[in-house]
């Protein structure tokens, strides 16, 4: 549980952060903005097999479950996996 508390706090961190609107005004700012999405990057990478894993236990949870907050959850879980949410590049 004490992995899910960090990763849901770095996950919230991090949706602010690359929920910003800033508009760099000149090419200094412009190369710091993507040095910046590099390491956002590289760091969501890393985290990769966190949110496997938990993605993974959350599924045994539902598994075999009724009721109407299993079905929801399920459904969120199928829509993760959309490769929507997957770019490739």
């Known amino acids: 549980m004490q992995n899910l508390d960090h990763f849901q706090q770095w996950?919230?961190?991090?949706?602010?952060?690359?929920?910003?609107?800033?508009?760099?005004?000149?090419?200094?700012?412009?190369?710091?903005?993507?040095?910046d999405h590099a390491l956002i990057k590289q760091e969501i990478d890393t985290y990769a097999p966190d949110y496997a894993q938990m993605k993974e236990y959350?599924?045994?949870?539902?598994?075999?479950?009724?009721?109407?907050?299993?079905?929801?959850?399920?459904e969120v879980g199928t829509a993760a996996n959309s490769p929507s949410l997957h770019p490739t590049s």
Do not use: H, N, W
Request: charged share 30%.
């Open 11 to 35: 996950l919230t961190r991090t949706e602010t952060t690359i929920a910003s609107e800033d508009i760099p005004s000149d090419l200094v700012e412009a190369e710091k903005l993507l040095r």
């Open 58 to 74: 959350g599924q045994k949870v539902v598994e075999g479950q009724e009721g109407v907050q299993y079905m929801f959850l399920r």
